[in-house]
């Protein structure tokens, strides 16, 4: 039988400036999915890219002084670049000036929506917000200023061409009903509903190339203009299967049957729920399965974003500093499924203080090293992989029940929740320990078999209970998981490695400070 197959897509950036925390999140979110599919023998690719064709991308570069394709691939470099920094396994990475798959990708699509009839040229006068490269209707704007970047969007006038979105509410309303478009969570979709029903207007789909400064890809026929950034950079989730070169990736994966998640910010939902399954209708295409949908970072209440005027705080150099560990998990013990979340180093260093270097790391050092101090290493008669060779109920249960709350949680996309069924097995094995207190039976041991018997027991426990976190927490946290399973793993002679420390602490007299976010 063929596994199942899952596309897992993150968001490709403009790369107006280097990356943020915020950006993080969604990397993050998406490599989990991936590795914990890949774990159940599914066969996944997980898609990532940059965004290049952006009049954003080209104002910021003249304001820089620099040639727009340096500017370009110089932060293009710093977003690629997060892949070793936050250990991601990103399959490809597509980047939109560059790749030479995605120009005839886009240019396919393009005329596969011209010949449904679905693109026209007119002339438009409207409120466009450079900051979301979007044009507004002044009911949207707040206080007559973009509710994304808070600033006011200029009055532009121009002929460009347009997409008849308004042709497709009927088919798109009953994609999202029926669930063959999943968009989580609710709240999101009952947005897109809403919006199909306040009335679909037709958009546009490009700019004049002169006011481009040239930069983008032509329309097909009609090189004044340059195709709209954001049909541009939907297309990449086709074109980098080689939807326009004739490769068979994209049979596989997109027509081929199969899951095409795609993982994504509010602030682009309409983009990606309206804007883009609207496309792929006028184009015969399928549909993306799932959309979830992530809430923002904030830094003292303000999103975090290159243009939004909140600090910034560089992922690659958090990791750097505190460790690839303390930065995912920041990201998925601490960000909810719905709703905002502020980010602070303080907070970074206290989460992984409390719950990595405390606790699940002196766990394992701590089982480790009893196993050393009582028994040279070896454990006898080592076992399978249950953990309930001692009655512990909570323990017992936070080892069975792992897998079934892990899953759920993962398809509902709440990685909060899956974090805290793996959380949980090191929780209640510091109970166990701080219950049985093996270091008193290794005291009567000498006097007692039944002691003896019983330290066996535990030692063998916990051990197992190690395992099974090391095996259970490699899609989150794969480089601890590592560690912990090679801490926990015996050598030839069947003796455990030496106990070593799985996690630094990360606060006063175990590491540095807060790192200043500019």
Not at 83 to 100: C, E, F, K, M, N
Not at 236 to 256: M, P
Not at 443 to 456: F, I, M, N, Q, T
Request: charged share 25%; aromatic share 8%.
């Amino acid at each position: 039988m063929t596994a199942p197959h899952t596309y897992i897509t993150a968001t490709i950036p403009y790369v107006n400036a280097r990356p943020h925390i915020g950006f993080a999140l969604e990397l993050v979110q998406a490599d989990v999915l991936a590795r914990y599919r890949r774990g159940r023998g599914e066969s996944v690719r997980f898609q990532a890219g940059t965004d290049d064709n952006s009049l954003k991308n080209v104002l910021a570069a003249q304001a820089a002084g620099e040639p727009v394709r340096e500017f370009v691939d110089r932060n293009g470099d710093a977003f690629l670049a997060l892949g070793d920094a936050l250990t991601l396994t990103v399959d490809d990475v597509i980047r939109t000036s560059r790749d030479p798959r995605h120009r005839p990708g886009v240019e396919r699509l393009w005329r596969a929506c011209a010949d449904a009839g679905d693109l026209y040229r007119k002339r438009y006068d409207g409120l466009y917000c450079t900051g979301c490269e979007q044009f507004y209707r002044a009911a949207e704007l707040r206080d007559g200023r973009c509710p994304e970047h808070q600033t006011v969007p200029q009055q532009v006038t121009e002929e460009n061409w347009f997409f008849r979105l308004s042709r497709y509410a009927g088919p798109l309303r009953a994609a999202v009903t029926s669930g063959r478009l999943r968009i989580e969570p609710a709240g999101r979709r009952n947005e897109v509903l809403a919006f199909i029903d306040s009335g679909l207007e037709d958009f546009s789909v490009s700019r004049p190339a002169e006011r481009a400064g040239g930069w983008g890809i032509p329309v097909p026929g009609d090189p004044d203009q340059v195709i709209y950034v954001w049909f541009d950079a939907l297309c990449n989730y086709l074109t980098a299967l080689g939807y326009g070169t004739g490769e068979d990736e994209y049979r596989r994966w997109w027509e081929g049957g199969g899951r095409r998640i795609h993982l994504l910010g509010k602030g682009v939902l309409r983009f990606h729920a309206v804007y883009w399954p609207a496309m792929l209708l006028s184009a015969a295409q399928p549909l993306p399965t799932d959309i979830f949908v992530h809430d923002y970072l904030t830094a003292g209440g303000r999103k975090i974003s290159k243009s939004a005027g909140a600090p910034l705080c560089e992922p690659a150099a958090l990791a750097a500093e505190y460790g690839a560990d303390a930065v995912r998990w920041w990201l998925l013990r601490e960000v909810p499924r719905v709703g905002d979340a502020d980010f602070t180093v303080e907070r970074l260093i206290a989460r992984a203080d409390d719950e990595l270097a405390n606790g699940l790391g002196n766990l394992v050092n701590r089982v480790v090293a009893m196993i050393h101090r009582y028994r040279d290493g070896h454990l006898p008669e080592l076992a399978g992989p249950g953990c309930g060779l001692l009655a512990d109920q909570n323990l017992e249960a936070a080892c069975r029940q792992v897998r079934d709350l892990v899953g759920p949680a993962l398809e509902e996309f709440d990685f909060r929740q899956a974090t805290a069924a793996v959380w949980a097995i090191g929780d209640e094995a510091n109970r166990f320990v701080n219950r049985v207190r093996p270091w008193q039976l290794a005291k009567a041991e000498h006097d007692s078999a039944d002691a003896r018997g019983r330290l066996d027991a535990v030692l063998r426990t916990l051990l197992d209970a190690c395992r099974v976190l090391g095996r259970e927490l490699s899609p989150f946290l794969p480089d601890a998981a590592a560690r912990i399973t090679a801490q926990c793993t015996p050598d030839g002679d069947g003796r455990l490695p030496p106990p070593s420390p799985v996690f630094r602490r990360l606060a006063s007299g175990g590491g540095p400070g807060p790192a200043p976010c500019r």
